[in-house]
């Protein structure tokens, strides 16, 4: 998002002001003005002054401005979000572009948009595999989300195809594998991996190659877009998107809320 300058700001927080005080001050100079009729240059100037010289003996009230625009353009951006989640919701569980592990029937489900090649899923994948091993009544679904390059697409195809053959805590295992590289995870590395897993190499890269592996990485992709998905890890919980390897004391904290009343923030 483009910061606001303060001549810019400026002019949209304060042209109401002036206009309102304007046609006071017109108002209490010429009765006549306050019926619609425009100000005068003396009293345009008036207005303008009187501006000036509060800004000038009050500067926090641009900082008091530009905290105030923010707050406001994050709630505005978490309802979006929360609008686009209820709208997208079959698709974001979606199990032909999804891996499900934990219990298929959980209550909550966490989801978690994710790069093989992102630090930050590397370090939340701890947070997820306890998460799902603690709490038999989580549902986890994984959605490969490459967006850092094309070793990252490669990977993804690997992982996507590998779910024809690896279900469950098999596929769970292989996925943590993969995540657990050091340094970049190529197709070539992602398959390594599926063979210690025991997936069929010669099936998995014609699977690779398929139109549905393809199909299934581009419409999270796109799905991710509509949600505004900005990078990786982006965790789904309840309505909520929750950015960034946030740790696993706040994930659980979310979903026993979720349990609790339905959201993740009770006392919200």
């Not at 000038?56 to 401005?65: F, R, S, V």
């Not at 419409?219 to 946030?246: H, K, S």
Request: net charge neutral; with cysteine; glycine share 6%.
């Amino acid at each position: 998002m483009a910061f606001p300058t303060l001549t810019s700001l400026a002019r949209a927080c304060l042209r109401p002001a002036a206009v309102a005080l304007g046609l006071w001050l017109a108002a209490s100079a010429a009765p006549a003005l306050a019926q619609g009729q425009p100000l005068s240059p003396e009293q345009r100037k008036a207005v303008t002054d009187l501006i000036r010289e509060t800004i000038l003996k009050n500067p926090e009230i641009i900082q008091d401005a530009l905290i105030e625009l923010e707050r406001r353009n994050t709630v505005a951006q978490a309802d979006a979000q929360r609008n686009a989640v209820a709208a997208e919701k079959a698709r974001i569980t979606d199990p032909a572009t999804s891996v499900i592990i934990g219990n298929p029937d959980g209550d909550i489900t966490l989801v978690e948009f994710m790069d093989y090649n992102c630090g930050y899923c590397k370090r939340a994948m701890e947070d997820v595999t306890a998460l799902s091993k603690a709490d038999p009544k989580l549902r986890v679904v994984l959605k490969d989300f490459p967006i850092l390059g094309p070793d990252s697409v490669e990977a993804s195809r690997v992982a996507v195809a590998a779910k024809n053959q690896l279900q469950g805590a098999k596929y769970f295992e292989f996925h943590n594998k993969l995540m657990a590289v050091k340094g970049k995870v190529n197709a070539a590395k992602a398959l390594d991996i599926a063979k210690e897993a025991g997936a069929d190499i010669a099936q998995l890269k014609k699977d690779m190659e398929a139109p549905a592996t393809k199909a299934a990485i581009e419409d999270t992709v796109a799905l991710g877009d509509r949600l505004g998905l900005t990078g990786t890890p982006a965790f789904i919980i309840g309505d909520e998107i929750v950015f960034g390897a946030v740790g696993q004391a706040a994930l659980k904290a979310k979903i026993d809320s979720v349990r609790r009343c339905g959201k993740t923030d009770c006392a919200g």
